[in-house]
């Protein structure tokens, strides 16, 4: 079980960037792989990206493919989403989430229940 706590949310206008980090605590980090969702109001949860163990393998929903990038920092124990050409539509709550504990290295889930650890999660709001 890992301890999430999210920052780096904002007030954007829209094409512009932001970087959200997501800490983690305890020493196994590197033992879990990682992930980010978003919820707006009124709407389910949903994926945004994930990242493996050893940071080697990402995924992506279509929906902020190439727009943006997940990656990680097992010595800070630390996930990052660089976010750009923000859009109105990417407005929500982001979450950071830990998956289970020792899967393989290359594994990289994106379902909901595939995480077993929640962040409380950092507003983005994106202006037009």
């Known amino acids: 079980q890992v301890h999430l706590v999210e920052s780096g949310g904002g007030l954007v206008q829209a094409g512009g960037s932001l970087r959200l980090s997501c800490a983690a605590s305890?020493?196994?980090?590197?033992?879990?792989?990682m992930g980010w969702f978003r919820q707006a109001p009124g709407k389910e949860r949903e994926f945004v990206a994930a990242?493996?163990?050893?940071?080697?393998?990402?995924r992506y929903a279509d929906s902020v493919k190439g727009r943006f990038t997940i990656s990680r920092d097992n010595a800070k124990n630390t996930v990052y989403l660089q976010m750009n050409s923000l859009k109105p539509e990417d407005t929500a709550v982001y979450y950071c989430a830990a998956g289970r504990y020792g899967t393989s290295t290359w594994y990289t889930p994106v379902g909901l229940l595939d995480f077993d650890s929640w962040g409380q999660g950092t507003q983005v709001t994106v202006s037009s």
């Open positions: 305890g020493r196994t980090f590197s033992r879990y792989a």
């Open positions: 990242i493996s163990r050893s940071g080697e393998s990402t």
